[in-house]
C-alpha cells in the first residue's frame, strides 16, 4: 500500500473533527465533500454551501460569538483587547476556527485556501498557542515518492520549509527535534535526521557552519538516542555511498528520513525543487509544536491537496 494511502486508511480508522473555515471557496467546499465521502474526517465547514453529512456555520452569526468573544477577550485583555474588538475579531473564519480548536470543540483547522500564511499562523499562534514541551513552532512538508523510477519510495520530512526564517541553533535543535517526532508520528519510522549545509563534516569553514554545529550538539545532549548528523551536504546525507566517503564517522545507519535545512530560503527552495522537478507529493506546510493542530495551505492549493492536509491535521490530532 502506498504511503498516502496508509495515511488515508489511518485516518479514516480514527476520525476526527476538523473545521475548514473557507467554505466559500469552491475547492474547500469539494474538499469537504471528498473527505466526508470517504470517512477521513468530520467536517465543519464554515459560510460553506449545504452539502450532505456536513455542518456549516456562518461565523458572523454563531449562536456562541459571545461566548467565544469572551474567551478571546480575557485572553488578550493584558494587551489592549477591549470586548467589543473581540467580538469584531471573533467573526473572522479563521480566528473563530482557531478558537473552536482551542476550546475542544474541534479537532484541528486547516485555512489559507483564501487567507494569507500570516494571517494563517497568527491565529494558530495566538488563539491555540504553543505547546508546552515545545521551544518554538515551526513547520514541515511531508514528501512523498509512489514512483517505481524515483531513487526513493515512501516519505520524508522537510523542515523548516515555510515558517522560520534564520533559526539560531537553539531553534534549529527545536525544529528538527520536533521534525523527529512528527516522522514517528506521520511515518511510523524511527528518525534518522540530517542537518543539512553545504558543507560535510567540516569540509568548509565559515562563520555560519557554528550554528549548525551547535545545533547538533544541542541535539545530541537532548535526546542522545536520536541518531543525528551533520554539518551534510544533500548528496551526503541522500546517497549512502557518498556519505561513507565524504564522512566516513557519521553516526548515520542509513538514508535519513528528517532533512534539516539551515534557513527558510533553503528550505523552501528545496521542497520545491523536490516538488517540481523530481516529482515528489509536498503535503504541507504543516505545523509543529502548538497546542493542537492548525494547519496552513497555498493559496494555490488544489481540492486534493486541500484534503491531504485536512489528513495530516487529523492524525496528529492528540
Not at 27 to 36: G, K, Q, Y
Not at 82 to 104: S, W
Not at 146 to 156: L, Q, S, T, V
Request: net charge neutral; charged share 25%.
Amino acid at each position: 500500500m502506498k504511503l498516502l494511502d496508509r495515511l488515508h486508511h489511518a485516518a479514516r480508522a480514527r476520525p476526527r473533527h476538523i473545521i475548514l473555515p473557507e467554505g466559500g471557496d469552491p475547492r474547500v467546499a469539494e474538499a469537504a465533500r471528498v473527505i466526508t465521502e470517504q470517512g477521513l474526517a468530520r467536517i465543519t465547514l464554515m459560510d460553506g454551501p449545504d452539502l450532505p453529512g456536513i455542518a456549516v456555520l456562518h461565523p458572523a452569526e454563531a449562536g456562541d460569538l459571545d461566548e467565544l468573544a469572551d474567551h478571546w477577550h480575557r485572553m488578550r485583555a493584558d494587551r489592549g483587547m477591549t470586548g467589543e474588538r473581540a467580538r469584531a475579531e471573533m467573526r473572522d473564519p479563521i480566528r473563530q476556527a482557531a478558537m473552536r480548536v482551542r476550546l475542544g470543540q474541534a479537532d484541528g483547522t486547516v485555512g489559507g485556501a483564501v487567507a494569507t500564511t500570516a494571517e494563517t499562523v497568527r491565529a494558530a499562534l495566538q488563539v491555540i498557542g504553543r505547546a508546552p514541551d515545545t521551544a518554538i513552532v515551526s513547520s514541515f512538508f511531508l514528501m512523498l515518492s509512489c514512483d517505481g523510477a524515483a531513487p526513493f519510495r515512501g516519505g520524508m520530512i522537510f523542515a523548516d520549509c515555510g515558517l522560520v526564517i534564520q533559526p539560531d541553533a537553539a531553534e534549529l535543535a527545536a525544529i528538527a527535534r520536533s521534525a523527529a517526532r512528527s516522522c514517528r508520528q506521520l511515518l511510523d519510522q524511527t528518525p534518522r535526521v540530517a542537518l543539512l549545509s553545504f558543507s560535510t563534516a567540516g569540509s568548509a569553514d565559515h562563520e555560519s557552519l557554528g550554528r549548525i554545529r551547535e545545533a547538533l550538539a544541542l541535539i545530541r545532549a537532548a535526546e542522545p538516542d536520536l541518531e543525528v548528523d551533520g554539518e551534510l551536504q544533500f548528496d551526503a546525507a541522500f546517497d549512502d555511498a557518498i556519505r561513507a566517503r565524504k564522512a566516513p564517522g557519521s553516526s548515520l545507519s542509513a538514508r535519513p528520513n528528517v532533512f534539516i535545512f539551515p534557513d527558510l530560503a533553503s528550505g523552501n527552495i528545496g521542497y520545491k525543487i523536490a516538488q517540481r522537478l523530481g516529482g515528489l507529493t509536498a503535503i504541507g506546510p504543516i505545523l509543529q509544536g502548538l497546542r493542537k493542530p492548525a494547519n496552513d495551505l497555498s493559496r494555490g492549493a488544489n481540492t486534493n491537496e486541500i484534503v491531504n492536509a485536512a489528513v495530516i491535521t487529523s492524525l496528529t490530532a492528540r
